[in-house]
């Protein structure tokens, strides 16, 4: 009960110290657009260090993301690329995560390094006249379900189930189903956490993401 209390002052506290910080940002916002303005503050308030910046953060969060829940923890140099991201309850985001306009519901566990983004197909790349960068492309919204755990580095483009475990290192290019566990890359399903081992190729780096390793 002490402990609860103690973060609920926390958390107002935080909230009272990023209050001249949102009314700047709000100003800008009318001036240039959320769009516009919002990585850079994103930028500025991921270099925080330590227990003051997850909480700094998550109290300016709470009020410019599309949702940023009770009891979510985002570390230090972790970016939101856009304002419209939903961070669900008692989420973990580890440090140096870059992501962009991404729904983490519930529960859900991201190691270091983890970069989501929005698709694979951002940029068109079918015509040689235009360079690649004013080629149209297309920016689906990535969901990361209930519960599931994202390893160290790895890279999703494309939806994950909920209650899945994803490999440190993968690639996630193809929606991932509930309940399966993926590594590789790209990252191929080998098993359900509720159901039996499914037969899969797997190449080596893949299999060491599984296997315990020896110490040296």
């Excluded at 240039?32 to 969060?61: C, D, E, M, N, V």
């Amino acid at each position: 009960m002490l402990k609860q209390v103690a973060k609920l002052v926390a958390d107002c506290l935080a909230f009272a110290a990023v209050t001249p910080a949102l009314l700047g940002y709000f100003s800008l916002c009318l001036l240039f657009g959320s769009q516009r303005t919002f990585p850079g503050w994103s930028q500025a308030f991921s270099l925080i260090p330590g227990t003051l910046g997850a909480y700094l953060r998550r109290a300016f969060y709470r009020v410019v993301l599309a949702r940023c829940a009770p009891g979510s923890w985002i570390s230090f140099g972790a970016i939101f690329s856009h304002p419209t991201a939903a961070v669900g309850r008692h989420v973990y985001v580890g440090a140096l995560c870059c992501l962009g306009d991404v729904t983490l519901e519930d529960d859900v566990l991201l190691g270091s390094h983890v970069s989501i983004m929005n698709g694979s197909a951002q940029h068109g790349i079918d015509r040689l006249d235009v360079p690649i960068r004013e080629q149209p492309g297309v920016w689906p919204r990535v969901t990361i379900g209930t519960d599931t755990w994202i390893g160290d580095r790895a890279v999703v483009m494309a939806d994950v189930g909920a209650h899945c475990v994803i490999g440190a290192g993968s690639v996630v290019t193809k929606p991932i189903p509930d309940y399966a566990i993926a590594v590789g890359v790209p990252a191929k399903v080998v098993r359900y956490r509720r159901g039996a081992p499914i037969e899969v190729q797997l190449d080596e780096p893949a299999l060491n993401q599984l296997e315990p390793q020896p110490t040296v």
